[in-house]
């Protein structure tokens, strides 16, 4: 078992069922500069970095590779979003949930840094904080 991991790794944790979130499929988005961030329509624009699905133990440690380099935008700092797609997982378990996706943002300042972001579910709830 590989221990590299991304700048950026994330983990789900089924809280209503004391487990880990296994096979929930993941997307990473880097926010385009400030020059780029708004379309003809005035909405944002994101460009996908990274896709994966979360493992046995509800983790996700590749996302992006170890090699990713995150780039500061004019501000010193760059704003990702990232994507738990949750209905489908519980779907699979055959029980009705509220949120069909969770999406988080955040910025980071300092590219030199790793960057975890846990995700704690249930089917009608939701919390999430910065890891280590």
């Not at 979130?21 to 994101?46: A, F, H, M, Y």
Request: a neutral charge; one cysteine or more.
């Amino acid at each position: 078992m590989s221990t590299s991991r991304g700048p950026i790794t994330c983990h789900v944790l089924d809280s209503s069922r004391g487990m880990p979130g296994k096979n929930i499929q993941i997307k990473l988005e880097v926010r385009e500069t400030s020059s780029e961030v708004s379309d003809e329509n005035g909405t944002e624009t994101w460009k996908v970095v990274g896709q994966s699905y979360t493992n046995d133990d509800g983790r996700c440690p590749n996302l992006v590779p170890e090699s990713y380099k995150i780039a500061l935008n004019n501000n010193s700092s760059a704003t990702y979003r990232i994507t738990f797609y949750t209905s489908k997982y519980f779907d699979k378990l055959d029980q009705k949930s509220f949120y069909p996706y969770v999406q988080v943002i955040f910025e980071i300042t300092d590219p030199n840094q790793h960057y975890h972001v846990p995700l704690l579910i249930s089917p009608f709830s939701y919390t999430t904080y910065r890891g280590s």
